[in-house]
Every structure is written in C-alpha cells, then in structure tokens.
C-alpha cells in the first residue's frame, strides 16, 4: 500500500473519530437550542460521517489485501533469518575449530554474515509494525461500518406507539392437597378377661389331654384302640395252708422248736409271727416280696396273684 493511501486513511479515521465526539457533544447541548437548529447541525455531523465511512469502506478492500500481502511477507523473512542465524552460527563453529586461522579473513566474513541477519531483523520489525497498524484500521472501518447501519435502522410505528407490556406475572402455585384426616381412635372395649391358670390335670382331664395330643399327632386318621378292654380275672381263692405236722416221739424238744421256727418262716407262720417274720426279711433282705402292691388301686395281693383281688387290674409281673 503506497503511502498516500496509508495517510489518507489515516486521516478519515481521524475525522471519523471528531464527527463521533461532535455527535455525543451535540446530544448534551440539546435543551440550549431549538428543535429546529439542533436538528439542522445533527444532521450536518451525521452527513459528515457517512461520508468518512463511505470513504473508509472504498478502501477496506485495499487496506486487507495489503494485509494479507505483509503477513506472507513476514512469514518469508522469518524463514530467511533463521537461515543466516544457522550461517553465522555454522562460521564461528569453524572459527572455533581452527578453519578460519587468518583474524582479517575472519573479522570480513562475521561482519557481513551478521550484518545479513540484522537486516533481516530489521526488515521482520518493519513488517510486522505495519501488519499491526493495517489490522487496527480494518478493525476501525469495520467497527464504523457497522455503526451507521445499526443507527440507520429505523423503529417501527407500531413498536413504538405501542404502550408498554405490562410485566408478566408468575404463574400461580397449584393448590397443595389437603393432607387425609387423620383416623380416629377407637373407644376402648370392655376389658378383656385375664385367663386364670389352670390347676394340675385330674385323671380324667389327663387322659383327654392325652387323647387331644395323638389327635395332633395323627392328624385326621382315626386313634384306633390297642385291643379289647381287659376284664377283670375272678378273684383266685387263697391258697390252703398245710397243717402243722405234731412233732415226731423221738425228736428232741429243741430240735423240734427250730423245725418249727422254719416252718413259720417259709410258710408265714401263723397270726401272731406274720409282723414279726416280715420285719426279718425285710431287714436281712430277702429276694421274695411277701405282697404286691396294685399300681391302679393301691391294695395289697398275694405275690401268686395275677390281678387285684380289689379292682380286677393286671398286677405287675415280680
């Protein structure tokens, strides 16, 4: 981009710049003068403007292509720096090596390949200087571009005779359910009776509880009996007792009170020995019950009996 272009467009950002400032001014001073004046010098600065902006715009096309041109500019010297940096770098290595031994050869070729890399340093400046001032004056034309247009937009009739909305209202809370009554309580009844604990189980109560626990066990099946009921057996006359034999002539009178004495023991004797030879037996421990006492009604048998002579019941084996 020549340089007269460059100084004109900096001179419309300029004046863009003043008519801006005028216009806000000017806004301030309103009640100072007339309708009618301030809308002739309104208008003028507006006019002003547009014109600025339209100059603008007729080189923005201008402004962005040489834009384009110095940032591809900037790219190729950064490029050709790096490679005379990698050259003077490369010579003093060989200086260092001992390649390069004359001072004056030496001192020559530093100079100019350091020389090299200063103006391309330099050249990296100036354009990247110029690629950030092109890209503040698109940012401008743009920016002024998009004001006018965005002031030229006219306010509808209809918006703006029409009387402010009112502020919507928020939308009512939706009624909250009543909570469910809560149940009454019930009136207490009549008291309850306390079971009263039951005694011991009579004979009868017994065997029904015991019938009722073979129902539990068995289920619906039937108790069936274990036999026919025992009779009761007539009652079996006592045994006779064998008369006391007379004492033989020639025996001894002491012999003879021993064989007695024996007799009554084996036998039962008679009446009067019965309670006495029973506390002997049962104080030297004979092996043979004298009576046998029935487990249903509690009477005393004869140890040859096998049922009660009281209540018929079979008596216990011995």
């Known amino acids: 981009m020549s340089d007269d272009v460059s100084r004109e467009v900096d001179q419309l950002l300029r004046d863009r710049e003043k008519y801006e400032a005028w216009l806000k001014r000017l806004e301030s001073e309103e009640s100072k003068a007339t309708a009618q004046a301030y809308g002739r010098v309104r208008a003028d600065y507006q006019q002003r403007l547009d014109d600025v902006v ?17 940032e591809q500019r900037a790219v190729d010297v950064e490029g050709e720096r790096a490679l005379r940096a990698e050259k003077l770098d490369e010579a003093r290595l060989r200086r260092s090596v001992g390649e390069y031994r004359d001072d004056n050869e030496w001192a020559d070729l530093e100079k100019r390949l350091a020389s090299s890399l200063r103006q391309a340093d330099q050249e990296l400046t100036s354009a990247r200087t110029e690629i950030d001032r092109l890209r503040d004056i698109v940012a401008h034309v743009r920016t002024a571009e998009a004001r006018p247009a965005a002031a030229a937009q006219p306010v509808p009739e209809a918006a703006a005779a029409a009387p402010p909305q009112p502020a919507p209202r928020r939308p009512a809370a939706p009624p909250q359910p009543e909570p469910a009554p809560r149940p009454r309580r019930q009136p207490a009844g009549p008291p309850r009776a306390e079971p009263v604990a039951a005694g011991p189980p009579t004979g009868e109560d017994a065997e029904e509880g015991f019938l009722s626990l073979e129902e539990l066990v068995l289920g619906d099946k039937d108790v069936e009996p274990m036999g026919p009921p025992l009779q009761a057996a007539p009652p079996s006359p006592a045994t006779p007792r064998e008369p006391v034999q007379p004492e033989p002539a020639g025996v001894e009178p002491g012999v003879g009170d021993e064989l007695a004495f024996l007799e009554s023991l084996s036998l039962g004797g008679g009446e009067e020995g019965e309670g006495d030879s029973f506390s002997f037996l049962e104080q030297h421990g004979s092996g043979t019950p004298q009576t046998i006492i029935c487990p249903h009604c509690a009477a005393a048998n004869d140890p040859a009996e096998w049922y009660c002579t009281e209540c018929g019941e079979e008596l216990p084996a011995e």
């Open 54 to 70: 339209s100059r603008l715009r007729a080189h923005s096309e201008t402004v962005e292509r040489k834009l384009h041109q110095l």
